[in-house]
C-alpha cells in the first residue's frame, strides 16, 4: 500500500519539528469520547501567541496490541492478530 502525500508531508513536518526542539506532548479531551488523550504537537508562532498543531495521539495500553503491520507477503493486507505480528 503507498502511503497517501498528505501523510507524507505530515510525517515531514512532525520530523522537522522534532528536530527544531518544536514538539509539545498536551493533556487533551477526546472530542468524540470524552477519554483524555496524550496528543503530539507540533508547536509555532503566530505573533506573539503559541499555536499547536496536533498530529496525533499516543497509543493506550499497549501499541504492538493496538495496530495491525503490513503483511510482507500481501501488499494490499495486513497481519491478522494471530500471524504474530510482533
Avoid: W
Avoid at 498536551?26 to 499555536?51: P, S
Wanted: with cysteine.
Amino acid at each position: 500500500m503507498a502511503i497517501p502525500d498528505h501523510a507524507r508531508t505530515n510525517f515531514k513536518t512532525l520530523l522537522r519539528a522534532a528536530g527544531d526542539g518544536n514538539l509539545a506532548l498536551m493533556e487533551c479531551q477526546d472530542a468524540a469520547t470524552g477519554n483524555l488523550r496524550y496528543v503530539i504537537c507540533a508547536v509555532g508562532r503566530d505573533g506573539g501567541d503559541y499555536v499547536f498543531t496536533p498530529f496525533g495521539h499516543l497509543a493506550d495500553g499497549d501499541p504492538y496490541d493496538a495496530y495491525l503491520p503490513p503483511d510482507p507477503d500481501d501488499p494490499s493486507g495486513f497481519l491478522a492478530p494471530d500471524d504474530g505480528g510482533r
